[in-house]
């Protein structure tokens, strides 16, 4: 399977926006964003999971960031507004190696990663 790869990622202000995209090679359209900050652990962001019709989204973020898709383009896009310093961390795309219900958000052991993108938030 193709490792999925993220751009967008930067440097903004508390307040601003970014949007991350990642092109992967999904077999259920089923991708995700997940993030990790030094010494914490990975966290799920946002996701379309498999035959889920309403994408997951962290509660730390739901109202800030939208998750899109374009399926002809296999991208997922993560729009990012009204960011803050605690959204620091390393963005990664996951696409689920296996099509079963909402196992890109629940399983994320069985998911292929992106080398991951720097979102940098300052105050």
């Known amino acids: 399977q193709v490792k999925p790869v993220e751009t967008g990622g930067g440097s903004v202000q508390a307040g601003g926006s970014l949007r991350l995209s990642c092109t992967g090679s999904?077999?259920?359209?089923?991708m995700g964003w997940f993030r990790q900050a030094p010494g914490k652990e990975r966290e799920g962001v946002a996701a379309f999971a498999h035959d889920y019709d309403s994408p997951y989204y962290a509660d730390s973020v739901k109202g800030r960031f939208t998750i899109s898709r374009d399926s002809a383009k296999s991208t997922v896009y993560l729009q990012m507004s009204s960011l803050k310093p605690e959204d620091t961390a390393k963005y990664y795309c996951?696409?689920?190696?296996?099509?079963?219900?909402?196992?890109?958000?629940?399983?994320?052991?069985?998911?292929?990663w992106g080398e991951g993108t720097q979102v940098t938030v300052s105050s």
């Open positions: 999904s077999l259920c359209n089923s």
């Open positions: 996951a696409v689920p190696r296996i099509c079963v219900g909402d196992w890109v958000w629940r399983r994320p052991e069985h998911n292929d």
